[in-house]
Nanobody, 126 residues
Framework: QVQLVESGGGLVQAGGSLRLSCVAS????????TGWFRQSPGKEREFVAA????????DYAKAVKGRFTISRDNAKNTMYLQMNSLKPDDTAAYYC???????????????????WGQGTQVTVSS
């Protein structure tokens, strides 16, 4: 019943930008912290960015800090990831997740997330 659907991926040149969206349904969106992870073939899923239930707190992986911006609109049950100055190393399948948290506002740990989308592919050419 719970669904998270990503969109916005594609092929871009290095230095370009993309905006990913994640639309959630079947859950009380404002009860969940959300985040973005990414995964390349043969590699483990890695944390990218996270945001608290009301957008008041954010967290970013060092590799994307200053280039990516995470945001959310609870009225639309949607989370976004604005990606600027993209690099070939950003190439991956990007996944959105939702996490019910208790003692903190954001999570960078995959196992703390309760729901996942199916991913959207981002490819950055050099």
């Amino acid at each position: 019943q719970v669904q998270l659907v990503e969109s916005g991926g594609g092929l871009v040149q290095a230095g370009g930008s993309l905006r990913l969206s994640c639309v959630a349904s079947g859950l009380t969106f404002s009860s969940y912290a959300t985040g973005w992870f990414r995964q390349s073939p043969g590699k483990e899923r890695e944390f990218v960015a996270a945001i608290s239930w009301n957008g008041g707190s954010t967290d970013y992986a060092k590799a994307v800090k200053g280039r990516f911006t995470i945001s959310r609109d609870n009225a639309k049950n949607t989370m976004y990831l604005q990606m600027n100055s993209l690099k070939p190393d950003d190439t991956a399948a990007y996944y959105c997740g939702a996490a019910e948290l208790f003692d903190k506002d954001t999570s960078k740990r995959e196992y703390e997330y309760d729901y996942w989308g199916q991913g959207t592919q981002v490819t950055v050419s050099s």
